[in-house]
């Protein structure tokens, strides 16, 4: 069963990135909540994609200021409403401007030193200055569905449990997102608050599975989790709606530079 007939259920309903159906919302509701408005300065640090640094180009309009920076910018078209920037969090020299607001999603797991990542981008505040930083918290929730109440869900259970093993492999910290709240005291910040979103039935976690699953499904046949046959059978089953998904917890912490 071809990938492409595997999931035209979910094509239809989710961008080509997953993360932006299930964690824009949550990401989008935060950023309004912290303020967001006309003439912030706002730096998104390696999001990969155009949609949250587009959305805070339309809140801080012509007289704010939009950068977004990744290691791998391919997605710009160069007609962006903001500036793109090539940059590394870790390795590179920090912007030389300060931001009011600086936001990083699913970053600290796939940086070299989470530490450096997140002192740089404290480096970037001004006085007052917020940080927004989200991440994944695995252990929270590990079941790929929760509610299991026959053979579907018992293989989704243990193919998502082969896939953590993997994962955990890779060096992959399934408690980072509960983390957040102490590493963003550590780096100096203050009224540092967290939240926590879990989508347990929701196509683009559907579409947020499958491609985890396809980009270790080598692993996963090796380790003998699942067979290339129960894999396509559980991906046909989720991404159908025949069983419910869960993705794992987004945890979202913010916190803000102290004044003086």
């Known amino acids: 069963m071809e990938w492409s007939t595997r999931c035209d259920a979910v094509a239809d309903m989710t961008p080509h990135d ?12 935060h950023l309004d909540a912290l303020g967001v408005g006309a003439g912030w300065r706002c730096w998104d640090v390696g999001g990969g994609g155009p949609s949250i640094p587009a959305w805070m180009a339309g809140r801080v309009g012509p007289l704010g200021r939009v950068l977004a920076t990744g290691i791998d910018v391919d997605w710009s078209t160069g007609r962006e409403a903001f500036e793109v920037r090539s940059h590394d969090v870790v390795r590179d020299e920090t912007p030389p401007e300060t931001f009011d607001l600086v936001h990083a999603r699913i970053l600290l797991a796939r940086v070299s030193d989470r530490h450096v990542a997140l002192r740089n981008m404290v480096r970037a505040l001004p006085p007052g200055g917020l940080l927004l930083v989200e991440e994944l918290d695995i252990d929270f929730q590990p079941c790929a569905t929760p509610d299991a109440s026959g053979p579907a869900h018992y293989l989704s259970n243990r193919i998502r449990a082969g896939l953590l093993a993997e994962l955990a492999q890779r060096g992959v910290d399934f408690e980072l997102g509960r983390k957040l709240p102490r590493l963003l ?14 989508a347990l039935a929701d196509p683009a976690a559907a579409a947020f599975e499958a491609m985890y699953i396809e980009l270790c499904r080598d692993a996963l046949v090796t380790m003998r989790a699942a067979s290339h046959e129960e894999l396509d059978r559980h991906l046909d089953a989720a991404c159908r709606g025949r069983i419910d998904v869960a993705a794992p917890p987004l945890i979202s912490a913010w916190g803000r530079l102290p004044a003086g």
Do not use: I, N
Request: proline share 4%.
């Open 185 to 198: 005291r550590q780096a100096g910040l203050v009224d540092v608050r967290a939240e926590g979103h879990l």
């Open 18 to 29: 997953p993360t932006v159906a299930l964690f824009d919302a949550v990401t989008c509701r």
